[in-house]
């Protein structure tokens, strides 16, 4: 069976992001773990993940909390997903409340120091979140450098023809497409991460999109994205966890196809068959403007990365916080096992 691996909250320059609605919008149990220690439920997930890996393809939610835990997963095949009471949000309905403390136990002293903590937590990541921010609009300077160099309607054409090149064999699908949205990386304490090897890896067809900022790159990707759901395929949209409203990746699994913005932090490279770089910056802007604008661009980028890099410190600060809290709760492979026991009852296996 197959596992795919993405991240439905991040740390961006809007804050802290949740597209977790969108994700399982047609799941028939939707069951919120609670407990105040992400260790615990993340102990549970992975319980989970380890009994039904051999038998249905997951999805598994990583966490911007760092690599130790997991915000849920999602089981398609049984319609059930399990996930943190930490990324609840006000949209979700019908939702089944599982409540771990009478099953691992909490004292008064672990919720108060808890609390204490948590306030220091969100007070730091705050810190991250408008860090980023302020590098989200040094980095707008760097687009309108490109933008001005731009032939729009070169780009236009491009992304005209490779929809057409993508589509034009295939039968349009007679129901509506759903549109998930994901972060396939995000910014963390370990600094900024990505899943794309794992995302990209069983598909036949891959685009790597290279160029640099605001030469087209989201806006490409935008416009093939709604041009396959209204062929009627289901769409993943990867959105950038530093400014969400750009895109970082689409990838259409009926089509067995994938693109993605292929450029620092997150830059790779075509390595087998199927895989193919289209490069916007070649295409369509005016040549030499690189070497052109060559101190402007490189003193604009210098004050973008360290405006990133505060933000990751602070996330850093945040999670020592964060791990602190965490030391305070334990549980034992018993109480584990006897979670996940109950917690079959409920996801129907």
Known sequence: MSNQRYYVNGNTAEGLLNFLPSNIADLNRIILLKHPSETVKTAVIRQAIQDCDSKYDLEILKSPLGFNYLDGVIIREISTAVFTDRIASKELKNTIDFDLNSLFGVSQETTDYHTKNMESFHTFVNHAHQNFAVGLKVHDELEAIYIKEMDFERADQLATN????????????NRRAHVYHRFFGTNTP???????????ESI???????????????????KIAIACEQH?????VYHCSFDPNSLDMVLVGELDFCIFDSTDPH???PKR???????????????GTDEKFAGQ???INRRYKAYMKKGIQELQKAGIYFEENEQKFGYTEEEVARAYGELMVEMGD
């Open 162 to 173: 490779f929809i057409h090149d993508l589509l034009h064999n295939k039968d349009k699908q």
């Open 190 to 200: 370990e600094g900024a991460v990505n899943e794309v090897p794992s995302l990209i």
């Open 204 to 222: 036949s067809n891959v685009y790597f999109i290279k160029g640099r900022a605001g030469t087209g790159k989201s806006t490409f990707m935008k």
């Open 232 to 236: 009627g395929f289901d769409v993943e």
């Open 267 to 269: 830059e790779f490279f």
């Open 273 to 287: 068959v199927g895989e193919t770089i289209i490069d916007l910056y070649e295409k369509t802007v005016t040549p």
């Open 297 to 299: 661009i490189d003193a």
